[in-house]
Protein backbone atom coordinates (compact mmCIF):
# COMPACT_ATOMS: atom_id res chain seq x y z
CA UNK A 1 0.00 0.00 0.00
CA UNK A 2 0.97 3.85 -1.01
CA UNK A 3 2.77 5.82 2.12
CA UNK A 4 0.26 8.15 2.78
CA UNK A 5 3.09 11.04 3.25
CA UNK A 6 4.25 10.39 -0.23
CA UNK A 7 1.30 9.67 -2.26
CA UNK A 8 -0.13 13.53 -3.32
CA UNK A 9 0.25 12.66 -7.01
CA UNK A 10 -2.04 9.45 -6.99
CA UNK A 11 -5.66 9.89 -8.51
CA UNK A 12 -8.05 9.67 -6.26
CA UNK A 13 -9.26 6.07 -5.37
CA UNK A 14 -6.06 4.18 -6.55
CA UNK A 15 -5.57 2.39 -3.13
CA UNK A 16 -9.41 1.16 -3.55
CA UNK A 17 -8.78 -0.16 -6.93
CA UNK A 18 -5.44 -1.91 -6.78
CA UNK A 19 -4.36 -3.23 -3.28
CA UNK A 20 -1.62 -4.49 -3.75
CA UNK A 21 -0.61 -2.96 -7.21
CA UNK A 22 2.74 -3.65 -9.65
CA UNK A 23 3.83 -0.69 -11.42
CA UNK A 24 5.83 -0.82 -14.57
CA UNK A 25 7.85 2.30 -14.95
CA UNK A 26 8.78 3.82 -19.01
CA UNK A 27 12.38 4.59 -17.92
CA UNK A 28 13.47 6.61 -20.64
CA UNK A 29 16.91 7.66 -18.83
CA UNK A 30 15.77 11.51 -18.48
CA UNK A 31 15.25 13.06 -14.86
CA UNK A 32 11.88 13.52 -15.29
CA UNK A 33 11.25 9.31 -15.74
CA UNK A 34 13.87 8.99 -13.05
CA UNK A 35 11.99 11.04 -10.20
CA UNK A 36 8.84 9.67 -11.26
CA UNK A 37 10.56 6.16 -10.45
CA UNK A 38 11.69 7.85 -7.01
CA UNK A 39 8.13 8.74 -6.18
CA UNK A 40 6.59 5.28 -7.00
CA UNK A 41 9.82 3.95 -4.83
CA UNK A 42 8.79 6.42 -1.97
CA UNK A 43 5.44 5.65 -1.66
CA UNK A 44 6.03 1.75 -1.02
CA UNK A 45 4.49 0.44 -4.48
CA UNK A 46 5.80 -2.82 -5.69
CA UNK A 47 7.54 -1.59 -8.87
CA UNK A 48 10.06 -2.48 -11.85
CA UNK A 49 10.93 -0.77 -14.91
CA UNK A 50 11.44 -1.14 -18.58
CA UNK A 51 13.35 0.81 -21.18
CA UNK A 52 11.62 1.12 -24.69
CA UNK A 53 14.32 0.88 -27.41
CA UNK A 54 12.14 2.22 -30.43
CA UNK A 55 14.42 3.20 -33.13
CA UNK A 56 17.77 0.86 -34.74
CA UNK A 57 19.05 2.87 -37.65
CA UNK A 58 22.64 3.38 -37.15
CA UNK A 59 23.27 6.77 -35.88
CA UNK A 60 26.53 8.96 -36.38
CA UNK A 61 28.86 10.58 -34.16
CA UNK A 62 26.85 13.52 -33.94
CA UNK A 63 23.74 12.73 -32.82
CA UNK A 64 21.68 10.90 -29.77
CA UNK A 65 23.10 7.10 -29.03
CA UNK A 66 20.39 5.62 -27.34
CA UNK A 67 22.92 2.98 -25.33
CA UNK A 68 23.93 6.64 -23.45
CA UNK A 69 20.40 7.08 -22.19
CA UNK A 70 20.13 2.87 -21.38
CA UNK A 71 23.79 3.52 -19.17
CA UNK A 72 21.45 6.24 -17.27
CA UNK A 73 18.39 4.58 -16.80
CA UNK A 74 20.50 1.29 -15.59
CA UNK A 75 22.08 4.08 -12.83
CA UNK A 76 19.08 5.70 -11.84
CA UNK A 77 17.94 2.10 -11.42
CA UNK A 78 20.65 0.79 -9.69
CA UNK A 79 20.31 3.73 -6.86
CA UNK A 80 16.82 2.95 -6.21
CA UNK A 81 17.06 -1.03 -6.44
CA UNK A 82 14.16 -1.01 -8.93
CA UNK A 83 14.89 -4.06 -11.30
CA UNK A 84 14.81 -3.21 -15.11
CA UNK A 85 14.83 -4.66 -18.43
CA UNK A 86 14.71 -3.54 -21.91
CA UNK A 87 12.00 -3.94 -24.61
CA UNK A 88 12.80 -3.22 -28.22
CA UNK A 89 9.63 -1.47 -29.57
CA UNK A 90 11.31 -0.47 -32.64
CA UNK A 91 9.23 -2.55 -34.79
CA UNK A 92 6.13 -1.09 -33.85
CA UNK A 93 7.37 2.30 -34.28
CA UNK A 94 8.25 1.79 -37.52
CA UNK A 95 4.59 0.73 -38.76
CA UNK A 96 2.59 2.62 -36.45
CA UNK A 97 4.34 5.99 -35.88
CA UNK A 98 7.02 5.92 -38.34
CA UNK A 99 5.35 5.17 -41.78
CA UNK A 100 2.56 7.49 -40.73
CA UNK A 101 4.82 10.52 -40.63
CA UNK A 102 6.32 9.91 -43.80
CA UNK A 103 3.16 9.59 -45.27
CA UNK A 104 2.01 12.81 -44.18
CA UNK A 105 4.98 14.70 -45.09
CA UNK A 106 4.94 12.86 -48.73
CA UNK A 107 1.37 14.85 -48.63
CA UNK A 108 2.63 17.90 -47.81
CA UNK A 109 1.31 18.08 -44.24
CA UNK A 110 3.37 18.37 -41.15
CA UNK A 111 2.37 15.99 -38.49
CA UNK A 112 3.00 15.80 -34.85
CA UNK A 113 5.05 12.29 -34.38
CA UNK A 114 5.08 12.58 -30.64
CA UNK A 115 1.72 12.70 -30.23
CA UNK A 116 1.04 9.39 -32.33
CA UNK A 117 4.27 7.48 -30.34
CA UNK A 118 2.28 8.44 -27.50
CA UNK A 119 -1.16 7.05 -28.56
CA UNK A 120 0.81 3.51 -30.16
CA UNK A 121 3.73 3.21 -28.33
CA UNK A 122 3.81 4.78 -24.78
CA UNK A 123 0.57 3.74 -24.14
CA UNK A 124 -0.04 1.09 -26.19
CA UNK A 125 2.67 -1.30 -27.04
CA UNK A 126 4.37 -0.18 -24.17
CA UNK A 127 1.58 -0.82 -21.71
CA UNK A 128 0.28 -4.22 -23.25
CA UNK A 129 4.21 -5.05 -23.01
CA UNK A 130 3.71 -3.91 -19.25
CA UNK A 131 0.82 -6.42 -18.79
CA UNK A 132 2.83 -9.24 -20.01
CA UNK A 133 5.29 -8.68 -17.65
CA UNK A 134 2.41 -8.63 -14.79
CA UNK A 135 1.80 -5.08 -14.71
CA UNK A 136 -1.22 -3.43 -13.32
CA UNK A 137 -0.32 -0.01 -14.65
CA UNK A 138 2.98 2.23 -16.12
CA UNK A 139 4.25 5.50 -14.46
CA UNK A 140 5.46 8.05 -17.30
CA UNK A 141 7.45 11.39 -16.90
CA UNK A 142 5.42 12.95 -17.91
CA UNK A 143 3.79 16.30 -17.02
CA UNK A 144 0.07 15.41 -16.91
CA UNK A 145 -2.15 14.92 -13.80
CA UNK A 146 -5.52 12.96 -13.91
CA UNK A 147 -8.23 12.96 -11.53
CA UNK A 148 -11.31 10.90 -10.74
CA UNK A 149 -14.50 10.25 -9.17
CA UNK A 150 -16.85 7.12 -9.48
CA UNK A 151 -17.89 7.97 -13.40
CA UNK A 152 -14.75 9.02 -14.76
CA UNK A 153 -11.08 9.47 -15.35
CA UNK A 154 -9.68 13.10 -16.34
CA UNK A 155 -6.74 14.60 -17.91
CA UNK A 156 -5.56 17.32 -16.73
CA UNK A 157 -2.45 20.37 -17.10
CA UNK A 158 0.51 19.63 -15.34
CA UNK A 159 1.30 21.70 -12.67
CA UNK A 160 4.40 23.55 -14.51
CA UNK A 161 2.44 25.48 -17.08
CA UNK A 162 5.75 25.96 -19.30
CA UNK A 163 6.27 22.05 -19.08
CA UNK A 164 2.50 21.00 -19.35
CA UNK A 165 2.27 17.78 -21.73
CA UNK A 166 -1.42 17.41 -22.05
CA UNK A 167 -1.34 18.89 -25.95
CA UNK A 168 0.69 15.31 -26.36
CA UNK A 169 -1.54 13.21 -24.61
CA UNK A 170 -5.41 13.85 -25.61
CA UNK A 171 -5.33 10.63 -27.54
CA UNK A 172 -5.81 8.86 -24.15
CA UNK A 173 -9.01 7.53 -23.30
CA UNK A 174 -10.56 5.87 -20.48
CA UNK A 175 -8.54 2.93 -20.60
CA UNK A 176 -5.32 4.37 -20.42
CA UNK A 177 -5.81 6.85 -17.58
CA UNK A 178 -7.16 4.19 -15.52
CA UNK A 179 -3.92 2.26 -15.91
CA UNK A 180 -1.55 5.16 -15.93
CA UNK A 181 0.42 7.29 -13.19
CA UNK A 182 1.93 10.52 -13.42
CA UNK A 183 4.14 10.77 -10.68
CA UNK A 184 5.73 14.71 -11.21
CA UNK A 185 2.63 15.92 -12.78
CA UNK A 186 2.33 18.03 -9.79
CA UNK A 187 5.61 19.12 -9.33
CA UNK A 188 7.49 22.11 -11.10
CA UNK A 189 10.71 21.18 -13.08
CA UNK A 190 13.16 22.78 -10.67
CA UNK A 191 11.92 20.63 -8.36
CA UNK A 192 12.24 17.46 -10.05
CA UNK A 193 15.49 18.32 -10.76
CA UNK A 194 16.56 19.09 -7.15
CA UNK A 195 14.24 16.26 -5.62
CA UNK A 196 16.76 14.34 -8.20
CA UNK A 197 20.13 15.80 -6.92
CA UNK A 198 18.80 14.88 -3.38
CA UNK A 199 18.20 11.27 -4.10
CA UNK A 200 21.80 11.19 -5.42
CA UNK A 201 20.50 10.42 -9.52
CA UNK A 202 23.03 11.21 -11.50
CA UNK A 203 21.31 12.44 -14.28
CA UNK A 204 19.88 15.25 -12.10
CA UNK A 205 21.24 17.91 -14.38
CA UNK A 206 20.72 16.05 -17.92
CA UNK A 207 19.60 18.51 -20.90
CA UNK A 208 15.78 17.69 -22.11
CA UNK A 209 15.86 15.68 -24.93
CA UNK A 210 14.34 17.25 -28.24
CA UNK A 211 13.72 16.48 -31.69
CA UNK A 212 11.42 13.74 -33.07
CA UNK A 213 9.97 11.23 -30.32
CA UNK A 214 13.00 8.58 -29.87
CA UNK A 215 14.79 9.28 -32.92
CA UNK A 216 16.24 12.25 -30.73
CA UNK A 217 17.84 15.64 -32.40
CA UNK A 218 19.21 15.80 -35.67
CA UNK A 219 19.57 17.92 -38.66
CA UNK A 220 15.71 17.29 -39.44
CA UNK A 221 15.90 17.92 -43.59
CA UNK A 222 19.05 16.12 -43.95
CA UNK A 223 16.85 13.60 -41.71
CA UNK A 224 13.91 13.53 -43.62
CA UNK A 225 15.81 13.79 -47.14
CA UNK A 226 16.86 10.13 -46.62
CA UNK A 227 12.96 8.61 -46.49
CA UNK A 228 11.00 11.47 -48.21
CA UNK A 229 12.66 12.08 -52.17
CA UNK A 230 13.14 15.72 -52.79
CA UNK A 231 13.86 18.76 -55.43
CA UNK A 232 14.50 21.81 -55.46
CA UNK A 233 12.21 24.43 -56.35
CA UNK A 234 10.76 28.42 -57.06
CA UNK A 235 10.14 30.22 -53.70
CA UNK A 236 7.26 32.52 -54.86
CA UNK A 237 5.25 35.13 -53.83
CA UNK A 238 1.43 35.48 -53.76
CA UNK A 239 2.00 37.74 -57.16
CA UNK A 240 3.61 34.40 -58.85
CA UNK A 241 7.10 35.99 -58.91
CA UNK A 242 10.19 33.96 -58.24
CA UNK A 243 12.37 35.49 -55.57
CA UNK A 244 14.54 32.60 -54.47
CA UNK A 245 14.94 28.93 -54.35
CA UNK A 246 13.85 26.11 -51.85
CA UNK A 247 15.44 22.62 -51.02
CA UNK A 248 12.33 20.47 -52.12
CA UNK A 249 8.73 22.09 -50.51
CA UNK A 250 7.79 19.10 -48.32
CA UNK A 251 10.27 20.05 -45.96
CA UNK A 252 8.90 23.36 -45.22
CA UNK A 253 5.85 24.36 -42.82
CA UNK A 254 3.30 27.18 -42.32
CA UNK A 255 4.82 30.32 -40.52
CA UNK A 256 8.13 29.41 -41.08
CA UNK A 257 10.55 32.14 -41.68
CA UNK A 258 14.78 30.49 -40.97
CA UNK A 259 16.11 28.56 -44.07
CA UNK A 260 14.21 30.20 -46.88
CA UNK A 261 17.31 32.09 -47.80
CA UNK A 262 15.37 35.10 -49.46
CA UNK A 263 16.65 38.77 -48.90
CA UNK A 264 17.23 41.43 -50.47
CA UNK A 265 14.51 41.63 -53.11
CA UNK A 266 14.23 43.77 -55.36
CA UNK A 267 11.38 46.74 -54.90
CA UNK A 268 10.60 44.75 -51.78
CA UNK A 269 10.88 46.03 -47.75
CA UNK A 270 13.04 44.64 -45.63
CA UNK A 271 10.66 42.67 -43.45
CA UNK A 272 10.93 39.36 -42.75
CA UNK A 273 9.71 36.60 -45.40
CA UNK A 274 7.40 33.95 -44.41
CA UNK A 275 5.78 30.53 -45.56
CA UNK A 276 2.29 31.53 -46.30
CA UNK A 277 1.33 28.28 -48.75
CA UNK A 278 3.11 25.31 -50.63
CA UNK A 279 1.88 23.17 -53.39
CA UNK A 280 4.38 19.76 -53.08
CA UNK A 281 2.85 18.64 -56.41
CA UNK A 282 4.49 21.40 -58.20
CA UNK A 283 7.21 21.55 -55.45
CA UNK A 284 6.41 25.57 -55.19
CA UNK A 285 6.49 27.37 -51.96
CA UNK A 286 5.15 30.68 -51.61
CA UNK A 287 5.97 33.39 -49.61
CA UNK A 288 4.98 36.83 -48.13
CA UNK A 289 6.15 39.82 -46.12
CA UNK A 290 5.07 39.59 -42.36
CA UNK A 291 4.51 38.26 -39.53
CA UNK A 292 0.97 37.79 -39.66
CA UNK A 293 0.30 38.58 -42.83
CA UNK A 294 -3.69 37.98 -43.73
CA UNK A 295 -2.81 34.63 -45.90
CA UNK A 296 -1.30 33.16 -42.41
CA UNK A 297 -4.46 34.06 -40.61
CA UNK A 298 -7.73 31.47 -40.04
CA UNK A 299 -10.57 32.07 -38.65
CA UNK A 300 -11.59 28.48 -38.30
CA UNK A 301 -11.05 24.69 -39.08
CA UNK A 302 -12.33 21.55 -39.72
CA UNK A 303 -10.09 18.50 -37.52
CA UNK A 304 -10.45 14.84 -38.37
CA UNK A 305 -9.52 11.49 -36.36
CA UNK A 306 -11.27 13.43 -33.11
CA UNK A 307 -9.99 11.36 -29.89
CA UNK A 308 -12.54 12.70 -27.06
CA UNK A 309 -10.94 11.69 -23.08
CA UNK A 310 -13.88 10.71 -21.62
CA UNK A 311 -15.09 8.17 -24.64
CA UNK A 312 -17.53 10.44 -26.63
CA UNK A 313 -17.84 13.62 -27.29
CA UNK A 314 -19.74 16.85 -25.03
CA UNK A 315 -23.22 18.03 -26.44
CA UNK A 316 -22.52 19.90 -29.35
CA UNK A 317 -22.25 22.96 -30.06
CA UNK A 318 -20.48 23.86 -27.37
CA UNK A 319 -17.50 26.31 -26.39
CA UNK A 320 -14.35 25.35 -25.09
CA UNK A 321 -10.45 26.09 -25.18
CA UNK A 322 -8.21 25.46 -27.96
CA UNK A 323 -4.61 25.36 -28.85
CA UNK A 324 -3.05 24.03 -32.32
CA UNK A 325 0.39 23.84 -31.18
CA UNK A 326 2.44 23.40 -28.31
CA UNK A 327 2.43 26.09 -25.72
CA UNK A 328 0.15 28.16 -27.46
CA UNK A 329 -1.80 30.22 -25.04
CA UNK A 330 -5.59 28.84 -24.58
CA UNK A 331 -7.84 30.24 -27.35
CA UNK A 332 -11.68 30.46 -26.94
CA UNK A 333 -13.52 28.68 -29.81
CA UNK A 334 -17.11 27.17 -30.52
CA UNK A 335 -17.29 23.17 -31.54
CA UNK A 336 -19.51 21.68 -34.00
CA UNK A 337 -19.49 18.08 -34.34
CA UNK A 338 -19.30 17.50 -38.32
CA UNK A 339 -20.06 14.51 -39.88
CA UNK A 340 -18.09 11.54 -39.50
CA UNK A 341 -15.37 11.23 -36.95
CA UNK A 342 -14.58 15.33 -37.19
CA UNK A 343 -15.79 18.11 -36.16
CA UNK A 344 -15.66 22.29 -36.93
CA UNK A 345 -13.69 24.68 -34.65
CA UNK A 346 -14.52 28.73 -34.65
CA UNK A 347 -12.00 30.69 -33.00
CA UNK A 348 -12.99 33.97 -31.14
CA UNK A 349 -9.61 35.48 -33.17
CA UNK A 350 -8.06 34.70 -35.94
CA UNK A 351 -5.11 32.08 -35.49
CA UNK A 352 -1.91 32.68 -37.07
CA UNK A 353 -0.48 29.92 -39.02
CA UNK A 354 -2.81 26.71 -38.38
CA UNK A 355 -1.11 23.96 -40.09
CA UNK A 356 -2.79 20.58 -41.35
CA UNK A 357 -1.41 17.68 -39.94
CA UNK A 358 -0.80 19.42 -36.63
CA UNK A 359 -3.08 18.80 -33.92
CA UNK A 360 -6.01 21.00 -32.30
CA UNK A 361 -6.68 20.00 -28.94
CA UNK A 362 -9.65 21.00 -26.76
CA UNK A 363 -10.07 22.20 -23.06
CA UNK A 364 -12.37 23.29 -20.17
CA UNK A 365 -9.93 25.23 -17.97
CA UNK A 366 -7.97 22.72 -16.37
CA UNK A 367 -8.71 19.46 -17.99
CA UNK A 368 -8.04 18.21 -21.44
CA UNK A 369 -11.29 17.07 -23.65
CA UNK A 370 -9.46 16.03 -26.31
CA UNK A 371 -8.43 17.19 -29.93
CA UNK A 372 -8.24 15.98 -33.25
CA UNK A 373 -5.82 16.21 -36.67
CA UNK A 374 -6.09 19.78 -38.66
CA UNK A 375 -7.84 18.44 -41.88
CA UNK A 376 -8.63 22.02 -43.41
CA UNK A 377 -8.70 25.97 -42.15
CA UNK A 378 -10.64 28.70 -43.81
Known amino acids: MPNSA ?44 LFMKNWNEPTDSSECHWEDDVADALQVCERLDIPINTVDLSEQYWQRVFED ?12 P ?58 LGQDQLRASLFPVGNLQKTDVRSRAQRAGLGNHEKKDSTGICFIGERHFREFLSRYVPAEPGPVMTLEGRQIGEHHGAVFYTLGQRQGLGVGGVRGASEAPW ?4 KDVVKNVVIVAQGHDHPALLSRSLRATQVSWVAG ?11 KTRYRQPDQPCC ?29 AGNRCLGGGIIDSTA
Open 6 to 49: SDDWLPQGFAQRFSAPHVVIAMSGGVDSAVAALRVKESGIRCSA
Open 101 to 112: FLHEYQRGRTPN
Open 114 to 171: DILCNREIKFRAFLDTAREVGGDVVATGHYVNVAADEDQHYLCKGNDAGKDQSYFLYT
Open 274 to 277: FVID
Open 312 to 322: SAPKAPFSCLA
Open 335 to 363: IEVADGNAVEVTFADPQRAVTPGQSVVFY
